[in-house]
């Protein structure tokens, strides 16, 4: 639908400009907001490179496992049908990690990781598990404690305090998080 969608606002607003003599002010923005998008873009490719590069030198120490004992509780709790495989618990480990540090572009090859060795595990291949179905809420609505790529987009376009939106940014992920996963456990035990 959105591809019918733009192409027709961009012929509609092309068609408009040339009515109303307002040809080179679309010019103008065109350069403009080009330039902006490959300044962002960059910004944002060296926030991802700094964050997944910390989050690999994490995975080659003991850090992951270390971590992997301290969120073991939560994943146990959330991830009941995966108690028993350490490799999967610590995919899903590393990917509430990276989704806490606010890295979402980071944290997709992590989840898709352990969403691959979730699908091995599951004995209805054509049908989400419990486990998957609560990974996809907790990745939809995760807890960020720095919003890393928000913060990367404000400083880019030189707000004077790109990081205030943390406090606000915390309260609305927590709240999300414990409603998807409160809805998600419901939707399982009223499906058994």
């Known amino acids: 639908m959105l591809n019918i969608l733009w192409p027709i606002f961009i012929i509609i607003s092309f068609i408009y400009a040339i009515l109303t003599g307002n040809v080179q ?8 907001s080009t330039s902006e998008a490959v300044k962002l873009s960059i910004t944002l490719l060296g926030t991802m490179c700094l964050w997944t590069g910390i989050m690999k030198i994490a995975q080659k120490t003991s850090f992951v496992s270390k971590l992997t004992i301290l969120l073991r509780p939560i994943i146990d709790f959330l ?3 995966m108690r028993k495989n350490k490799v999967v618990k610590e995919q899903i480990s590393m990917n509430i990690i990276a989704n806490i540090l606010g890295l979402g572009n980071a ?11 979730m699908q091995e595990e599951n004995e209805k291949k054509d049908t989400v ?4 179905a609560m990974f996809i809420v907790l ?3 995760s807890l960020q404690l720095i919003p890393t790529t928000v913060i990367a987009i404000r400083a880019s376009l030189n707000s004077t305090n790109p990081t205030s939106i943390i406090i606000p940014v915390w309260g609305a992920t927590i709240a999300a998080a414990i409603t998807g996963i409160l809805v998600t456990k419901l939707c399982i035990r ?3």
């Open 25 to 32: 002010n679309v010019n103008n923005a065109i350069f403009e």
């Open 190 to 192: 009223c499906n058994k």
């Open 107 to 117: 944290a997709t090859p992590l989840g898709l990781k352990a969403m691959k060795s």
């Open 129 to 132: 598990s419990n486990s998957m």
């Open 139 to 141: 990745n939809t609505a």
């Open 79 to 81: 991830f009941p049908e």
